[in-house]
């Protein structure tokens, strides 16, 4: 049964999304509203967590959505972080090493027999989402920025998702901005997820912790520097910490920085902002849009890109792939 007790609701699909440290997933309805949501934690750990370990937690996923919604062989549609190829193969996810080179198709296919199984890049699924039904809507050209764990990003020009020529279009996340900054997961140093995503956020607080910084911050983290993430800096921030401000506000306009190098080479009407860190706030947003007019070129003399939060927040990856399993793809 559906969770208000009525009747399942005829042509739901299921969209899942693969996060760093979460896989969620959510029903959506056949008028766009999300009817239903599942998660469990992403498995991480030792070596011996692999792909197809992944591949269970969507299955389990997709097995709490039928049981909550009395629905059997909905349609799934799968975003994956990364560098996904255009046969559904994970050539390379820097948040995701465990699920190097594996088949999303096979894998995830293999666990649900019987249902259609669409697998994108999460990112595209996420510009999907919010260009059709949320944010973005009345653009023809749109970036999307997922700022979770890393940085992903969709392209939509004229109306259309771009993946590239070999599938790995929108690796905003790894654009280097900084070739003597921070180490980052995919191997290089000092790209633009380092300064700009919840990581990213967590480090430059932990940073200032350590230094004897963000007291507030700290004790929101339990006392220990260590142990200070993105969260325990908004926690403070909302509180009305003045150096946890400054943080998000140093964030925000590292997102703005590289938004304007987004729009010199792509020129985009709307930026939507989606993933964990934006539920920072007004702050955040408001700090990158500052930015962004100072740096883009042409300044107030072009039309300003609208900067707009995610309409689905961190569903809009989920969302969207709910909807390619509805379109058969990326429309």
């Keep these: 049964m559906s969770p208000d007790g009525g009747p399942p609701p005829a042509g739901a699909?299921?969209?899942?999304?693969?996060?760093?440290?979460?896989?969620?997933?959510?029903?959506?309805?056949?008028?766009?509203?999300?009817?239903?949501?599942?998660?469990?934690?992403?498995?991480?750990?030792?070596?011996?967590?692999?792909?197809?370990?992944?591949a269970?937690?969507?299955?389990?996923?997709v097995t709490q959505l039928d049981a909550a919604l009395g629905i059997e062989a909905a349609?799934?549609?799968?975003?994956?972080?990364?560098?996904?190829?255009?046969?559904?193969?994970?050539?390379?996810a820097p948040n995701l090493p465990q699920a190097h080179g594996v088949d999303w198709h096979e894998l995830v296919g293999g666990r649900l027999p019987g249902r259609r199984v669409v697998i994108e890049n999460d990112a595209n699924f996420a510009v999907l989402a919010e260009h059709r039904l949320g944010s973005a809507r009345g653009h023809d050209d749109v970036v999307m920025v997922t700022l979770g764990t890393g940085i992903g990003g969709g392209i939509?020009?004229?109306?259309?998702?771009q993946v590239g020529s070999a599938g790995f279009a929108g690796e905003i996340g790894h654009m280097v901005v900084d070739p003597n900054g921070p180490?980052?997961?995919?191997?290089?140093?000092?790209?633009?997820?380092?300064?700009?995503?919840?990581?990213?956020l967590g480090l430059q607080a932990r940073e200032a912790a350590l230094a004897g910084q963000l007291d507030e911050v700290?004790?929101?983290?339990?006392?220990?520097?260590?142990?200070?993430?993105?969260?325990?800096?908004?926690?403070?921030?909302?509180?009305?910490?003045p150096a946890a401000r400054q943080v998000i506000e140093a964030v925000g306009s590292w997102i703005g920085f590289g938004l304007a190098n987004?729009?010199?080479?792509?020129?985009?009407?709307?930026?939507?902002?989606?993933?964990?860190?934006?539920?920072?706030?007004?702050?955040?947003v408001d700090a990158a849009r500052a930015t962004f007019t100072d740096l883009v070129e042409g300044g107030r003399r072009r039309p300003l890109a609208a900067i707009v939060p995610a309409a689905f927040g961190e569903r809009s990856g989920a969302v969207g792939a709910a909807l390619g399993a509805r379109l058969g793809g990326l429309g």
């Design 156 to 161: 939509v020009i004229d109306g259309k998702v």
């Design 183 to 200: 180490p980052c997961p995919c191997g290089r140093s000092g790209c633009w997820e380092r300064f700009a995503s919840g990581a990213g």
């Design 75 to 92: 349609p799934v549609g799968v975003g994956a972080p990364g560098m996904v190829d255009r046969t559904g193969r994970l050539c390379f």
């Design 262 to 284: 987004l729009a010199c080479v792509l020129d985009p009407s709307c930026f939507v902002l989606g993933g964990g860190v934006v539920l920072a706030g007004d702050l955040l």
């Design 218 to 241: 700290v004790r929101h983290a339990g006392g220990d520097a260590e142990s200070v993430r993105g969260e325990h800096v908004s926690a403070a921030a909302a509180a009305g910490d």
């Design 56 to 61: 269970v937690a969507v299955a389990e996923v």
């Design 13 to 54: 699909t299921y969209g899942v999304d693969i996060g760093g440290t979460k896989v969620l997933g959510v029903a959506l309805g056949p008028d766009g509203d999300v009817v239903g949501e599942a998660r469990v934690p992403t498995p991480t750990g030792s070596r011996a967590i692999v792909g197809s370990h992944v």
